[in-house]
């Protein structure tokens, strides 16, 4: 594929890469990569999710939730039952995210898979081999385009405002809501007026022993302009043992998961007409800090739960 | 994959179609369901369309249903329209002595998911036999009671009157 024809693909994801300084050798070689990973990723359509090929593949997932996993997903009364709303979750377990298998399978069997759901993730994660199912599941880029375009179908959007950020810290931090400063899934709600309902999760980063987000790695490697990535986490996971990058995912410990849903949050109603983003994000971090602080409470042992 | 419920109640067939015809009452001996909810403009009869969803595992399943046989004092029969596919019936037939033999069936599965399919539906099975077992277990306790409390109040009422 040509320069151009890469530019306008990214493009199109919503990912157009930033202008960066003339990069160093190890920033070519991965800049190459980079080119080669966007090929790999087709232009996000949320058109591409199936309902028939969801609920074929809500067995596989009800065994793997029920039976490895021993999910637990609490409150989805709480989700309106129609209209745009905008699902904020805290992200755990690294690259292969158990949460959302969990809470996905929930959401698909309580309100149908009728129900127009989408999903917002890396474009790494879209891009690994063997994860283009995750298209038909309603998963596309995280970029604002793509949301916009879910919101205002009217569509259920799940967001991970934490990325690649949170899904990678220590396990040791595993009962800590980290988004780290980010706010726009407060923009987005304000922009479609749509309510946000926090969706809060525990047991994912009990699935392998992560230590380090590697952020320094990933800056010295020049990974945050190549790729976009801010992180190169560092894990202790099943096959590899000590597992840098995650890039081929892992085998998650069976570590029981446990998903909550909260009431919805209406931002114009709560906060008034000009309502501050900053206040907005304490509020939602405050409830989603105190559910997760709840469910931990809950857990006796690491692992089994 | 299909699971019956069967079991006797000391009460009239009527008696026990007043509980199991009323989704108002539905959550009240129903095992393991978290929503029985009218979505039609008539709440009983022929056509009558529920959501229902019963927690199996980590999901709650079910979907949108419609009663498509409904023969009172007898048989209520739905099927599903949307989410798992399933087919339930109630069964009703009277017995000597004012009594009712009871069966509540249920058959279910996900047409085109293969394999896992037929593995879900069987690791599924107990739960859901459990949730059936139950379920008519309770709706006998109800009925049996509320029948006590009806001769009771008969019994009541003839005592003041003689």
Redesign the interface.
Known sequence: MSEAGIAERASANGHAREESKRPGFAGRVLGGLAKQLQTRIPVADLDERDP?YI??????L??L???Y?????RG??NIPEDGGVLLVGNHSGGNLTPDTT?FT??FG??F?V?RAFYQLAHNLVLSMPGLGMLRRHGTVAASPDNARKALESGAALLVYPGGDHEVHRPTWQGNRVDFDGRKGFIRLALEHDVPIVPVVSIGGQETALFLSQGKGLARALGLDRALRLKVLPISIALPWGLNVGDFLGHIPLPAKITVEALPPIHLHDEFGDDPDLDEIYDHVMRLMQETLDGLASERRFPVIG | MRIAAPIEIAAPPEAVWGWISDPAKALHFFSGVT?WEVVSDDPIGLGARYRM?LR?????????IEVIEFNANRDMAWTSV???DQRGRWRLRPRPGGRTRVELRLSYG?A???I??W???R??APTVRGHLQRTVRQLKRQVEQEETRRRAAERRRARASA
């Open positions: 028939d609920r074929d593949t809500l067995p596989r009800w065994l939730s029920s039976l996993f021993r999910g637990e997903v989805l009364g969990v399978l929930a069997a309580y149908g009728e | 929503r969803l199996v595992g980590s999901a709650e399943v079910g979907g949108l949307t989410g798992l996900v085109g998911a293969g896992f399919g593995i879900s539906e690791v599924g």
